[in-house]
């Protein structure tokens, strides 16, 4: 089957061919019909199926009949790399459409975008906070909305975002054409379908949550020795691109550190990170000047990048469904991938579940040769803060925050972190500190 069949408008069939598509992707193959026909539509699929294009294709076929100018379409996503990434695809598939899209996320100036959406706009792609932004201040119009899709429904609910979708539901007009995409089916993304779609079509890629292109294996080893683990490990395996996953900015900053100082073309990706330098690093990492990218769960959505032939993930994820999001990275568009797990005793809770949701047994590796026998330091040395300056300028020790201690704090405490560190992510709110410490 070709993207023939699909009898898209002809400029539209002349960006697919510019852009190298020739055959539909099994989720394309059974979500752009039910979408041109106008149906709302719920997709289960990983990422790197072919999606975005599943939506973007039929949409751009829709808006290049009636009215130009005004916004038709709104794209809603997690991140701004994913938001990025989804502009960059209506771009190069819409070439030939005139059609305009605007992306629309925290981080950056918002006057910029205020510029560019007066100028007019058929597509928004945007993040949750900062499109509520725009919102209040008046500075977009989504009256004459027809189509709203919500990309990566499950990672925006994993982020908080949750509350953020049900306000912007306020301002899109009732009726309209819905589509919803998710890697992963929760409860509560089941609930929100149910909510906002009429009479759905599911369409599905591939049993969900799993990515059969990807072979797993996990390491045990002792927290202190995951360093030395991880650089054995790069040193005895053949790679190609390599994306490391921790629980924590520090943590992917200082792994980075460690992996350039080891000698390999390595940078890490994390909330801190000004807008320029996590584009630089993601650029990066695409173009093959780093080998290897650090990065924590929040900063890493909306990375594609299909030439990754490993994930290793450094520290456990908090939820199953991270797992499948995490190791999602590789084993792309039909490639085969490599997932390594670092796991340490505390974790083997978590390795069940993840066992329960693949339906299968992990490999347990050991490397021949490697001294898993090396104790622990008194105190951690790798991961704690640097001193800091006091009034009287003497320098001073800076307690290790309690993720960045040997013995980690509890997995509710980190996913209030996680949630929290979303805004700077994307563009989000964020739950407040709270007196009690269990805030971000």
Not at 203 to 209: E, F, H, L, M, S
Not at 262 to 272: D, E, H, K, P, T
Not at 337 to 347: H, K, R, S, V
Request: one cysteine or more.
């Amino acid at each position: 089957m070709s993207f023939q069949r699909f009898d898209f408008h002809p400029l539209l069939a002349a960006g697919v061919a510019a852009a190298g598509y020739t055959n539909p992707t099994a989720i394309q193959k059974q979500a752009i019909p039910p979408v041109l026909e106008g149906r709302d539509v719920m997709g289960l699929a990983q990422t790197g199926t072919g999606k975005t294009a599943a939506f973007v294709l039929p949409i751009l076929h829709r808006l290049l009949k009636g009215e130009k100018g005004r916004i038709r379409a709104l794209i809603v996503a997690p991140t701004r790399e994913l938001a990025e990434q989804i502009h960059q695809s209506i771009e190069s598939l819409g070439r030939k459409t005139r059609l305009h899209s605007v992306t629309v996320y925290g981080g950056v100036k918002i006057n910029p975008q205020v510029e560019k959406l007066r100028r007019g706009a058929e597509i928004v792609v945007a993040c949750p906070g900062r499109l509520l932004d725009h919102i209040s201040q008046g500075t977009i119009n989504l009256s004459r909305l027809e189509v709203l899709v919500l990309d990566e429904a499950d990672q925006m609910f994993d982020m908080g975002f949750l509350p953020d979708i049900r306000r912007l539901l306020r301002h899109v007009p009732a009726k309209r054409q819905t589509l919803l995409f998710s890697a992963t089916m929760p409860p509560d993304i089941r609930s929100l379908a149910e909510e906002i779609l009429t009479d759905p079509l599911t369409v599905q890629a591939g049993a969900p949550g799993t990515a059969v292109t990807v072979s797993h294996a996990l390491y045990p080893v002792e927290q202190h020795l995951k360093t030395p683990l991880l650089l054995e490990l790069l040193r005895r395996t053949d790679t190609e691109s390599v994306l490391v996953f921790t629980r924590t900015k520090h943590r992917a900053k200082r792994v980075g550190e460690q992996l350039e100082k080891a000698g390999y073309r390595a940078a890490s990706l994390q909330g801190n990170l000004s807008q320029n330098r996590r584009q630089a690093a993601l650029d990066g990492f695409r173009d093959g000047t780093y080998q290897i990218l650090v990065a924590t769960d929040i900063a890493a959505r909306g990375i594609d990048v299909s030439q990754v032939s490993h994930v290793i993930n450094y520290d456990m994820p908090d939820t199953a469904e991270a797992y499948t999001h995490r190791i999602g990275r590789t084993g792309r568009a039909a490639r085969n991938g490599d997932a390594y797990t670092l796991t340490t005793a505390e974790d083997a809770a978590m390795v069940r579940t993840i066992e329960r949701l693949l339906k299968t047994p992990l490999e347990r590796r050991t490397l021949p040769e490697f001294d898993y026998s090396v104790p622990a330091p008194c105190r951690d040395t790798e991961f704690a803060r640097p001193p800091r300056e006091a009034r009287n300028g003497r320098k001073r020790e800076a307690s290790p925050k309690p993720n960045d201690r040997v013995t980690h704090q509890p997995r509710a405490l980190q996913r209030h972190s996680r949630r929290a560190s979303a805004a700077d992510a994307a563009g989000g709110t964020a739950p407040r500190a709270t007196r009690n410490g269990t805030g971000a």
